[in-house]
């Protein structure tokens, strides 16, 4: 009767649940490691080239892999979102105010990508926090 308990004991555990997320994103244990790169050259490439290099490798590799789509999307979208402030600071830089705006842009495009490298090199779906959602 108690290896009856015991069983029944064992079999009534459940194995610890995963983390999910609300928007369905891509869990770690679910990248393969080649989207974690193609996600990760999306973030870096966004820095170096504007947004050339990210929509390069979006179009490119969007239909191999879910994550590489949504996070080519959010590199994509934050560098475009970095143009525009750009190009708004070099305007306002007539009056002065828009050298402290690319400043500003400058520092916060370097540390939201490295932000982003490193969780997509993690395989954790990376979203900026100040990004304009032109492509969705």
Same mark, same amino acid.
């Given at each position: 009767?108690?290896? !009856?308990?015991? !069983? ?6 459940? =194995?610890? +649940?995963? =983390?999910?997320? $609300?928007?369905? +994103?891509?869990? =770690?244990?679910?990248?393969?490691? !080649?989207? *974690? !790169? ?20 979006? /179009? ?14 959010? $590199? ?22 828009? /050298? ?15 932000? $982003?490298?490193? $969780? ?6 990376? *979203?900026? =926090?100040?990004?304009? *959602?032109?492509?969705?």
């Amino acid at each position: 009767m108690d290896e !009856n308990v015991e !069983n029944q004991g064992q079999s009534a555990e459940t =194995p610890p +649940e995963q =983390p999910s997320t $609300a928007s369905g +994103e891509a869990q =770690p244990q679910d990248v393969s490691q !080649n989207a *974690r !790169n193609m996600a990760l050259l999306c973030h870096l490439l966004g820095f170096f080239t504007c947004f050339i290099g990210p929509l390069i490798v979006w /179009l490119i590799k969007k239909d191999d892999d879910p994550f590489i789509d949504q996070q080519g999307k959010e $590199a994509l979208n934050f560098q475009i979102t970095v143009t525009i402030a750009s190009i708004a600071g070099g305007i306002l830089s007539v009056v002065c105010i828009g /050298l402290l705006i690319l400043a500003a842009v400058g520092i916060l495009d370097i540390i939201f990508v490295i932000m $982003a490298c490193v $969780a997509t090199s993690k395989g954790e779906a990376y *979203r900026y =926090p100040v990004s304009i *959602r032109l492509i969705k």
